[in-house]
């Protein structure tokens, strides 16, 4: 089945300390994002890629750190510049280009820092 | 720039009753519309989307959604809710005919259902 996967599903950090947050896809999509959760704040954009080698910074890029080497990986690094990083961290995908450009999201990630 | 308000952070309902959730959009451009569903623990999962076309739109779970371009609205409404539909749900936005994927997101609204 295609779809997302996220991993670990929860994580703990010691402050710090970088963590990396896994994203995998197998839909053969172009673009990919991170975004974090927090409780009342809906979802706000870390770092978003449009193709393999290229990403840019979302509205909350400080802290954090993105590769996209394969079309199918996206991984987040949570660094120890990150001052708040407890939250929950959502990775999703979409074909891309200026199509309707749907987003498709993983399970997440609960990142607690200790 | 496109933003999105979600009135209500929280809806409680009675099991069977109908439900109305608000979402208006401001943008100075034509837009897409989108509603999300976020069960407890789980990513976010497509209920509906407006592209073009009818404004009203059905979406999975019995939801659907009307698009209404003068009052810059994008309410979601189910006639009758269930337990299971207890869950947070969220309006999106974006930019039509953009090369650039980013969707801008509400804050939330968190549907309980009551026995």
């Known amino acids: 089945d295609g779809g997302i996967t996220q991993s670990p599903k929860y994580l703990f950090r010691k402050e710090g300390q970088n963590v990396t947050l896994s994203c995998e896809q197998n839909l053969n999509h172009d673009a990919m994002y991170w975004y974090r959760q927090d409780p009342g704040q809906g979802l706000r954009l870390i770092y978003y890629s449009q193709i393999v080698n290229d990403f840019q910074k979302g509205d909350i890029a400080e802290g954090y750190s993105v590769s996209r080497e394969k079309k199918e990986s996206f991984p987040l690094t949570v660094t120890s510049a990150q001052k708040n990083p407890t939250a929950f961290y959502l990775c999703a995908s979409s074909i891309g280009g200026p199509s309707t450009d749907t987003q498709y999201f993983g399970p997440g990630t609960r990142l607690t820092v200790l | 720039a496109q933003s999105v308000t979600q009135l209500d952070s929280q809806v409680p309902v009675f099991e069977e009753a109908p439900v109305e959730l608000r979402c208006n959009y401001s943008?100075?451009?034509?837009?897409?519309l989108f509603w999300y569903v976020q069960y407890p623990n789980q990513g976010l999962q497509l209920l509906l989307k407006?592209?073009?076309?009818?404004?009203l739109v059905k979406g999975i779970n019995g939801f659907e959604a009307e698009f209404n371009k003068s009052q810059t609205s994008f309410h979601l409404r189910k006639p009758s809710v269930h337990i299971s539909d207890t869950a947070e749900y969220f309006c999106?936005?974006?930019?039509?005919?953009?090369?650039?994927?980013?969707?801008?997101f509400g804050s939330g609204t968190r549907l309980s259902i009551r026995p």
């Open positions: 999106a936005v974006r930019r039509t005919g953009s090369s650039a994927s980013k969707i801008i």
């Open positions: 943008s100075s451009v034509s837009v897409y």
């Open positions: 407006y592209l073009s076309g009818s404004t």
